[in-house]
């Protein structure tokens, strides 16, 4: 059975459409699933500062509690219990944290068991002094031997909790650049996908000449007719001869060139490049097309915070649509630039004849967006900077 043209095209449709829900979905999961192993991370994290804050507090409890025994009017009898039940308390508070702790952590968890296990052994020697009427003997221990073991299982286990936060601050900035790869790699599937997948507009067929003939000879044969390429078909050229370029790329002024061919693809009156700065507070404008120079050089840096479009794109990470006004300004398309870091910046494209609801218009937003991700995550932005306009 012989399928035809429109039954195959629908299929293939379908069949997109899957694989970018299947992206979508897998995207969608990972980071779903990576949520919830950060958020089970950060809860062992507080439990076991809560042990080690016990574990602390029981030695330093226990110091106090053996100084009593050469202070004035206090009985062996009270302190000694006490000294003993916040002994057993640090020991039970560190074996609880050598079973969560990371590699990094358990070396001076083990050095602060050690410690609080040569305090044992000299309270041990405090008793002795005590039961045979040494009491000067049993202060000097405890003063100097017995203080000095304190403190040290305090600064071991305070060198321990450290260790594991750390260690946690390593784990979670790989699960976030691991998140923003993939969320990444998604966006730019599915706008690949939406670009195969934008309607068919065939172009209908020229109505015949009116009128008749009365010539007898036969009519001539019609001239062959080209069919113009599909609008999908179109943009996904488009699509892949900016991929090209970007790839064959060099300096800056091949980038103010793409940006122009950029800027014809989407039918922008002007396009423009945001950079975040190092500390990720506000955008600058750093390359433009269509704009002109004294323009550009009166645009001030525009807060993270701010109510407008740029703005939100790189906050969310995420594409913004800005609809034209009847009569007032044109609309717009911003979409995020996003590296394996995460949100660096913006693109932002004005758009003419209201164009910017078209899903090829910000489907090519968001593949020139992700190209050049690429290429400004590997130069910084004062160097980008230097030629910040281009004029179209």
Known sequence: MVLCPAMRSAAVRVTIGAIAWIALASAGYFLFQSEQQIGQDSASLRTFDLRARQATEA??????????????????????????????????????????????????????????????????????YLKSGQPLMAGDVIFTEGTDAAATAGRQIETA????????????????????????SATGLAALMVLLLVPVSRKPRADEASGTSLSIAPPAAPEPVVPAPPPEQAAFKT?????????????????????????????????????????????????????????????????RSADNAAAAAYRSGALQIVLARPGGSAGAVVAPILSADGCIGALSAEIRDRAETSDAVQALAEIVAAHLAGVLSQAPAANVGEHKTAHG
């Open 239 to 303: 699509a892949a001869a900016l991929a090209t370029e970007f790839g064959r790329m060099r300096d800056v002024e091949d980038l103010k060139r793409l940006l122009a061919r950029a800027a014809d693809a989407m039918d922008a009156s002007g396009l423009m490049v945001w950079m975040g700065t190092p500390a990720g507070a506000d955008l600058r404008p750093v390359l433009s097309h269509g704009y002109k120079a004294d323009v550009i050089a009166r645009i001030p840096p525009v807060p």
């Open 59 to 128: 030695m330093v409890e226990a110091r106090v509690a053996q100084q009593a025994y050469v202070a004035a009017g206090q009985g062996l009898g009270f302190w000694m219990p006490r000294v003993s039940s916040n002994v057993e308390s640090a020991q039970s508070a560190l074996t609880a944290m050598l079973e969560s702790a990371t590699a990094a952590a358990k070396t001076p968890i083990e050095q602060a068991a050690t410690t609080v296990t040569e305090f044992t052994n000299i309270e041990k020697r405090v008793r002795d």
């Open 161 to 184: 909790r450290e260790a594991e936060h750390q260690a946690f601050d390593v784990a979670l900035a790989a699960m976030r650049k691991q998140q923003a790869t993939v969320g990444a």
